[in-house]
């Protein structure tokens, strides 16, 4: 079966513009999370969103934000682009509640801010 | 809330060597651990989890973890490195269903031959 699909894989930005990254779960996946990786950082939890409804947030600033559609695919936005937020946006479904451990992640969205 | 120290940013093993990979997690609640691995340019996959039952956990390619509540640690070993295992490995923890998983930093594994 057909894995999680993030797009747009790569993309450049300059910073005060706006983004918007795409993950389609895998099908029958309720739950999409989303992870900030940087190398000095690892990896940081955004959100997870399940069944259209946010269930946890981390600690990122009201910039980034995110969404999931019935269809359980998901986006999350970045506002006003800062050099710091250049990483890999990586998304991962499961079945269940994220929190239960069993993730299946997509390949990521390399983001660059110029 | 939950946390996870991983021992190591990089370690370094021959092929045919032990591979241990060191975790040590904070939670406040009953943990669920799991062991993650990402390849260059891919995404992360999961090798094994612990939820509750055996302490001994089985995973894939290999590889085993151990949960022991009083060190607070769920190290991961191989008995025999393959220069396939070449790869970041990340340790998570949660508190179940209602919780966010959090990850480690990483360990980066480099197999010599």
């Known amino acids: 079966k057909a894995g999680v699909t993030q797009t747009p894989r790569y993309l450049i930005k300059t910073r005060g513009q706006q983004v918007t990254l795409s993950c389609s779960p895998i099908s029958g996946h309720r739950s999409v999370s989303w992870y900030q990786q940087t190398p000095g950082q690892g990896l940081q939890f955004l959100f997870e969103y399940f069944s259209e409804t946010q269930r946890n947030k981390g600690n990122f600033p009201g910039r980034f934000s995110g969404r999931q559609f019935s269809n359980s695919r998901s986006e999350m936005n970045v506002s006003t682009l800062e050099l710091g937020d250049s990483a890999l946006y990586l998304c991962?479904?499961?079945?269940?509640?994220?929190?239960?451990?069993?993730?299946?992640f997509g390949e990521g969205s390399r983001l660059t801010v110029l | 809330a939950q946390s996870v120290t991983q021992l190591g940013s990089h370690v370094s093993v021959s092929e045919g060597a032990l591979v241990l990979l060191r975790c040590n997690y904070s939670s406040s609640v009953p943990p669920y651990l799991f062991w993650y691995v990402q390849y260059p340019n891919q995404g992360l996959q999961l090798l094994l989890k612990y939820t509750t039952g055996a302490t001994l956990v089985k995973g894939i390619n290999g590889f085993e973890a151990e949960f022991k509540k009083s060190e607070t640690s769920f190290h991961l070993t191989k008995p025999s490195a393959h220069m396939s295992d070449a790869a970041e490995y990340f340790c998570a923890v949660s508190g179940g269903s209602n919780y966010k998983l959090t990850f480690g930093k990483g360990t980066l594994l480099t197999v010599n031959p």
């Open positions: 991962a479904s499961s079945r269940r509640a994220a929190g239960d451990g069993e993730l299946f």
